[in-house]
């Protein structure tokens, strides 16, 4: 496997060059790899907040869970939806935006052990990408944003967007004419019976949208719905902490769910594909 390093400079869009653990542009930016692996291409001017994104505690709760297992069957439908047919000997250039602690990539790599990848995974929170560097050094690990990604135009074969936020005009940008993007959103029923423990009332869920973003063609959807059976509070607490749901649910309502020592919960994920449209341009302004 090779890590990704067709990056572009978040201030310019000019591309980065390696010298040791420095990374820089022709216009003389300059980027520092952390000792501990990971590239931060999140300029201060571009964040919205001090510490944006997952806070290091729900990256450390998203990590105890997903790495039980509990999510095993959507990863293995996402190493199934990257992969074109069964061939093994092409090199995918792949980007997980979103990645969180890298949980997906991970289990890419071994659900296709005789793949060739050239792997990178970006998120907007430090502490998301600091677990994932921590957890296998050989992906690109960024820390950046959906909405201004540090990678030059037409040079990945695969995107990810795994219950993240989606900016198709990058998606698409960054994307090789024919290239693929695999989007997973939360079903209508995902987690039903945890909400209906932490809310008041459940409001009627939307299906994720169906319409096709500008520059893609719809590949088709698939549905990946089964029940979980949690058989401890701390499973519970995790799940819960690595959600929205945590902040948005009243206060009673988490107390509700810390009292419970088991929960059956139905996961129900919507897997979307989408081909970028080769005879469409996309440009995005730096």
Known sequence: MDTFSALACPLDGEPLNQSGTCWRCPAGHS??????GYLHLLPVQKKRSL????SKEMVAARQRFLNAGYYRPVAEAVSKA???GNASDTRLACLDAGCGEGYYLRQLVAENPEASFSLMGLDISKWATLAAAK???RPRWVVGSNANLPVLPGTLDRVLCLFGFPVYSEFARVLKPGGILIQADAGPDHLRELREIIYPSLKPEKPPAVDVPEGFLSLGTETIRYSLTLESQEAIADLLAMTPHF????????????TLETLAVTVEVTLRRFVRDSAATTTTPR
């Open 31 to 36: 980027f520092d790899v952390a000792r501990q």
């Open 247 to 258: 902040y948005r649910a009243p206060a009673e309502g988490r107390v509700r769910a810390e």
């Open 51 to 54: 510490d944006p994104g997952d």
């Open 82 to 84: 990257v992969m074109p």
């Open 135 to 137: 957890q296998d050094k």
